[in-house]
């Protein structure tokens, strides 16, 4: 079953959200852990004394990398390292001198270097002198020299960086500040762009086809020379005067040595000057067959310098599909924030980005906020080269487990998926009471933009189990959506709550979410509530603007006294007698709703087209459903028919209660109609064959509004999907689209007025 994503057209979004992360990227002062490094055995420099030379300390801006993952293997500037030999050019003092590092020193003057220009006099430290300004960028290898005027302000990009020496060769750092006497150190930042292109088969190819295969940037329309601004050492890409053109190249990666990251084939790496490349051909695959592949940069497609920008490629028989994930110096891979109104963000760009959020909030960071950039697709951790997350990819942990020794332990953060999804989701154990891709959420949790794909939870199920949580508490589920399918079994004499989205929610606002999620269990259950979007919703929850596409269907052998199934296409169960009031407003369930079990004891099964059982305290209104609600019950050895029973309806199963259901329409065939509730009196209708605006005319009445605790969706803001929730007059007429007009659909996009 194929549903829409809440989400704007994929080009607009990942365009808006990678502008976005450039500039955030660029302007966030707590992006990352800035760290310095430089070769293994760095000197400690000592302040100098007067009259002696210059020496310092060098080290290359970069952010803190994760302990599980690997840097590139060429030891170079380009992984955050000075060499023994790196030579440097230094503005000081007025004149422009060579530098060299030597491991045991540091940057140390070079006399040695004789090009006109080059003041070959090492330069010092004078009487009350404390500091120098200085402008220091390299290597000298890649500077561009005139015979007569010595080196000028101008760097240039090797053609072909398939040798590791021409990519290290090609890379080019710079700073301009102040050097202390007290502590001379300088901090370099890389100023070129990184270009990292991941390759993975798709398709009828075989990894082996994509994994031999040449990749090329550019078709000789790159520029690789630079000008170096002489005030601040940044660099420029040069577009020479009078039409000369020679600089205009196509550039051959570097090829990485080491082994793709998860998910991919190979990498590829080079190094360019900062420009744009918006509308040109830019990567090209050169299978071995002599096919040509090739990709063009979409529109806004700025290359920045200190930057990388890593292209994930999926390589298929006639075209190749491209993701875009941003990234900052030092060009490894590792943990990269960004802050959004006040609020750092992790970025998950990958499974493993993702497995490793998880593994961090259940060692007990249950806060941590996360921002996705990036489809994501879980059975790429098969491939990890980390055991731990190699397993994940069967069997998924979920985010915020329950402990044994502490079983509340809340996700309390916010994830944003920004509407990208998450595909390969497999869950086939208990993982004790709680499960999904998120395990126990609440507390002012906010879950929004996740779109799961491809999803399966199999096997022995927990007591509360989804697939995007297990459970939600005092937190907030927006414009989230699951395809996929939950087939599971359960522990005899237990209490469980299955739902398409989540198992069980209470205090919260679950809105404007979507599932088309096939749903079967087997129950020998106390107390079964199963379905389409919540297993069970209670004590001052609201439901709104949810649509479930499913099949919910609940089989077993009851052996136990005084048990209760119930099953809808909403959810199984809603309110509560002796709670606050909860709200399933809105809603529509597509798909039939079944309940067939054999009787060996005494059970009551309640099966509905939006709710199985609506107790005292749950709210029911403007909602409508398409699908068959029917149960069967087959007595069995020892079935106490006397205290059993059957109740099946378009609408709900059963009730406690009626008032607090109205304005609702039931269309499935079969069941008995809507269970007993005032037809007229309650404005609730049941026809199998509904006529134009009927059931707009009871789900959509003129005057009514509901305030509701969700987040803003603005397609054309980065992030689209809102991380700060806000209070929304959502006017009913307005939430529904009358496109058919006899079944109408719910307007995910509408947004309501801000209050």
Request: aromatic share 8%; proline share 3%; glycine share 12%.
């Amino acid at each position: 079953m194929k549903i829409q994503n809440h989400t704007l057209p994929k080009a607009i979004r990942r365009h808006s959200i990678r502008l976005w992360l450039a500039t955030a990227i660029a302007t966030t002062a707590t992006l990352a852990t800035l760290t310095g490094c430089s070769a293994d055995n760095d000197p400690q420099i000592a302040a100098g004394e007067d009259g002696t030379s210059v020496t310092f300390g060098a080290t290359i801006a970069s952010r803190e990398a994760h302990g599980n993952d690997k840097a590139p293997a060429s030891r170079a500037i380009t992984d955050g390292t000075f060499d023994d030999g790196d030579q440097i050019l230094v503005h000081m003092d007025g004149k422009l001198k060579a530098f060299v590092y030597r491991t045991a020193q540091g940057f140390v003057h070079d006399g040695t270097v004789s090009n006109p220009g080059i003041d070959t006099t090492p330069a010092e430290w004078k009487s009350g002198e404390t500091q120098k300004d200085v402008l220091a960028y390299g290597p000298a290898k890649a500077l561009i020299s005139d015979a007569n005027a010595g080196f000028v302000y101008q760097w240039f990009a090797a053609e072909d960086q398939s040798s590791g020496d021409n990519y290290k060769n090609s890379d080019y750092v710079y700073t301009a500040q102040t050097l202390h006497r007290s502590d001379p150190v300088l901090t370099f930042r890389h100023g070129m762009t990184r270009i990292v292109v991941r390759l993975r088969s798709g398709g009828s190819l075989k990894d082996e086809d994509v994994a031999g295969a040449t990749v090329l940037l550019g078709n000789k329309n790159l520029l690789r020379i630079a000008d170096i601004d002489p005030q601040a050492g940044t660099l420029t890409a040069h577009v020479p005067a009078g039409g000369y053109e020679l600089h205009l190249q196509t550039i051959t990666p570097h090829r990485r040595a080491d082994a793709a990251p998860a998910g991919f084939v190979a990498v590829h790496e080079a190094l360019l000057p900062p420009q744009d490349v918006s509308g040109e051909p830019f990567i090209r695959v050169l299978l071995s067959d002599g096919r040509e592949l090739g990709y063009v940069a979409e529109s806004g497609s700025l290359l920045e310098g200190g930057h990388e920008y890593v292209y994930n490629a999926t390589v298929e028989e006639d075209h190749v599909t491209v993701t875009i994930s941003d990234s900052d110096v030092p060009w490894q891979d590792g943990i990269l924030t960004t802050e959004i109104d006040g609020k750092e963000f992790r970025l998950i760009r990958t499974a493993e980005d993702l497995a490793r959020f998880a593994r961090d909030v259940n060692n007990g960071q249950r806060n941590l906020n996360a921002l996705q950039t990036a489809d994501i697709d879980l059975q790429d951790l098969a491939r990890s080269t980390d055991p731990d997350l190699q397993k994940l990819a069967e069997d998924w942990e979920p985010i915020s487990r329950e402990f044994e020794n502490n079983p509340v332990s809340y996700y309390v953060g916010i994830y944003c998926g920004n509407g990208y999804t998450i595909s390969g989701l497999r869950i086939t154990s208990s993982h004790m009471s709680y499960n999904g891709l998120f395990g126990i959420v609440g507390y002012g949790a906010l879950l929004t933009g996740i779109h799961l794909r491809n999803a399966k939870l199999q096997g022995p199920t927990s007591i509360s189990s989804g697939l995007l949580a297990g459970e939600v508490i005092e937190g907030t589920v927006t414009l989230c959506s699951a395809e996929g399918e939950i087939d599971v079994t359960t522990s005899t004499g237990s209490f469980y709550r299955i739902g398409g989205l989540i198992g069980y929610v209470a205090e919260s606002s679950i809105n404007r979410c979507r599932t088309g999620v096939n749903i079967n269990t087997w129950q020998d259950n106390e107390i079964a509530y199963v379905g389409g979007i919540v297993g069970e919703s209670r004590a001052g929850s609201t439901l709104f603007a949810c649509q479930s596409e499913g099949e919910v269907s609940v089989t077993g052998l009851v052996t136990l006294t005084n048990s209760n199934l119930c099953a809808g296409g909403i959810a199984g169960y809603n309110g509560s007698r002796f709670s606050d009031d909860s709200y399933i407003y809105a809603c529509m369930a597509t798909g039939d709703v079944s309940i067939d079990y054999t009787n060996a004891g005494s059970a009551y099964a309640y099966a509905g087209g939006l709710v199985g059982y609506n107790d005292g305290s749950g709210n029911l209104a403007y909602s409508y459903a398409r699908g068959t609600a029917t149960g069967i019950m087959t007595i069995g050895p020892g079935g106490d028919i006397a205290n059993s029973g059957v109740y099946n309806g378009a609408i709900i199963g059963g009730r406690y209660g009626s008032d607090q259901i109205v304005y609702c329409f039931g269309a499935g065939a079969g069941g008995a109609g809507t269970s007993g509730l005032g037809a007229v009196i309650r404005n609730i209708t049941y026809n199998v064959s509904p006529k134009q605006e009927e059931i707009s005319t009871i789900i959509a009445p003129g005057n009514s509004s509901l305030p509701i605790s969700t987040t803003r969706y603005d397609a054309n803001a980065t992030p689209a999907y809102g991380i700060s929730l806000v209070s929304r007059e959502m006017e009913l007429p307005t939430v529904w689209s009358n496109t058919d007009r006899i079944w109408p659909a719910l307007d995910m996009e509408y947004n309501g007025v801000i209050n």
